[in-house]
């Protein structure tokens, strides 16, 4: 009796060792793919991050670009319109000294 009750006590022992060795591995296992998962998670992140920010810088290209061009055509039309002012003026100046002239000539008629 106490040899079967030996040989009992013996095999719930070795199941039990064999369980929690089984039960450790297990656990270890689910943990390397846990952490593989995270890995996996946070290199996802760092790619879309980056995508991400390249979206930002090109956006930012874009509207840089964009605002150059609008102050280019601004400049442009403000050059135009100082030119144009610039030719009304000349143009004014011309006809105040024709008009100096004739009235020099009224005087010295006179």
Do not use: N
């Given at each position: 009796?106490?040899?079967?009750?030996?040989?009992?006590?013996?095999?719930?022992?070795?199941?039990?060792?064999?369980d929690?060795?089984?039960?450790?591995?297990?656990?270890?296992?689910?943990?390397?793919?846990?952490?593989?998962?995270?890995?996996?998670?946070?290199?996802?992140?760092?790619?879309?991050?980056?995508?991400?920010?390249?979206?930002?810088?090109?956006?930012?290209?874009?509207?840089?670009?964009a605002?150059?061009?609008?102050?280019?055509?601004?400049?442009?039309?403000?050059?135009?319109?100082?030119?144009?002012?610039?030719?009304?003026?000349?143009?004014?100046?011309?006809?105040?000294?024709?008009?100096?002239?004739?009235?020099?000539r009224?005087?010295?008629?006179?």
């Open positions: 009796m106490d040899l079967i009750l030996g040989i009992i006590i013996a095999v719930f022992a070795l199941l039990a060792g064999i929690y060795l089984f039960h450790r591995t297990f656990v270890r296992k689910k943990k390397a793919e846990a952490v593989e998962r995270a890995r996996a998670i946070v290199e996802d992140a760092e790619r879309q991050a980056e995508i991400r920010l390249k979206e930002i810088e090109i956006e930012a290209r874009e509207k840089a670009d605002v150059e061009a609008a102050f280019e055509q601004e400049t442009r039309k403000k050059r135009a319109d100082l030119q144009a002012t610039k030719r009304q003026l000349e143009d004014q100046e011309r006809l105040l000294e024709r008009k100096a002239k004739v009235i020099a009224w005087v010295c008629i006179l």
